[in-house]
């Protein structure tokens, strides 16, 4: 694989779009993929494909595309049970179980946001649920949207502190109706999609699952994990690098950007051109070329 800029290629296998929670359009995420300098972006919006089509009506030449998504799991073997997220690349968008599934999720963290604000109202709080599915444009919604909705509202001055614990980060939080990790990869892969672990270890964003865990999942068909990632510290991401050299996952590195929704900029971190090519060799959808 050659790179666009002549130095190492540049990949970036999970970035949000305003089909989620991030705040460019899809066809602004490509272009500002383009202008950052990568080779290839994956968009990976939560729950949703919603932005696979105008991303790839908007590819620059040169970029390309991997089509992805990122899925809201649990794992129920701990009580509560513990929410993930698992990375699904380049999969049917019409299976029809998967389809099914991800549309029962969108519509569970609608009931779930407007929970939340009903928790907020109750404690005298200023929000809005039709102003924050507004602000959510039609993408999947999340507590992203509420964080900037107690902006607005000049609760709160950061979307940090939005996600503090007397926020949206413990206090107004609510749990989400997501989807069985077991039963997620397993539907990823019948759809002929590729699932990765997304920042499997980020103990900074809360509890994490045993080790024990992911070597269940790479026996049901994980391929691989997201090792360099924002929330990992230098001593999380090297223990993952490791657990995948023995369960021989891959690995892989993102930014996960948000647009202005987090500080992370896009390729802040990246993937090897061998974990790409896995990926995509697996894949059933061809990667998008601009
Ligand atoms: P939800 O899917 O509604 O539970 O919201 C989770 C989303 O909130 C993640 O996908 C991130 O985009 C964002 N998020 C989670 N924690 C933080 C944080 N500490 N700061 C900023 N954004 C966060
Ligand atoms: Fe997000
Ligand atoms: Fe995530
Ligand atoms: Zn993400």
């Known amino acids: 694989m050659t790179s666009r800029t002549g130095s190492a290629p540049r990949i970036d296998l999970h970035a949000h779009s305003t089909a989620s929670d991030g705040t460019l359009t899809p066809a602004e995420l490509v272009g500002a ?13 939560h729950d ?15 970029l390309r595309l991997i089509r992805g998504a990122e899925l809201s799991c649990r794992w129920s073997g701990a009580q509560p049970a513990v929410p993930l997220h698992l990375l699904a690349y380049l999969f049917d968008p ?16 609608e009931e779930r946001g407007e929970r939340m604000v009903g928790l907020l109202q109750a404690d005298g709080i200023d929000v809005n649920w039709p102003d924050i ?90 391929a691989g994990l997201e090792t360099d990632h924002e929330d990992h510290s230098p001593a999380e991401r090297e223990h993952v690098r490791a657990l995948a050299a023995e369960l021989g996952l891959l690995v892989t590195g993102s930014s996960d950007f948000h647009g202005t929704h987090k500080t992370v900029q896009l390729g802040a971190f990246s993937t090897s051109v061998e974990a790409y090519e896995r990926i995509v060799a697996e894949g059933v959808t061809e990667v998008a070329s601009g």
């Open 33 to 45: 993929a383009f202008h950052a300098g990568l080779d290839v972006l994956a968009i990976t919006d």
């Open 133 to 222: 599915l507004a602000g959510a444009g039609g993408g999947t919604v999340g507590r992203p949207h509420i964080a900037q909705a107690l902006i607005r509202a000049g609760l709160v001055d950061s979307v940090r502190e939005a996600f503090g614990p007397d926020w949206l980060g413990e206090r107004y939080r609510l749990p989400k109706e997501d989807i069985d990790v077991f039963r997620a990869v397993r539907l990823v892969r019948e759809a002929g999609g590729v699932p990765v672990f997304a920042h499997p270890r980020a103990t900074r964003r809360g509890r994490v699952v045993p080790d024990e865990l992911i070597a269940e999942l790479a026996a049901a068909g994980l």
């Open 48 to 62: 949703t494909t919603a932005g696979w089509a105008p991303a790839v009506g908007a590819l620059p030449p040169g």
């Open 94 to 109: 019409d299976h029809p179980e998967l389809v099914a599934e991800l549309a029962r999720v969108r519509a569970a963290r």
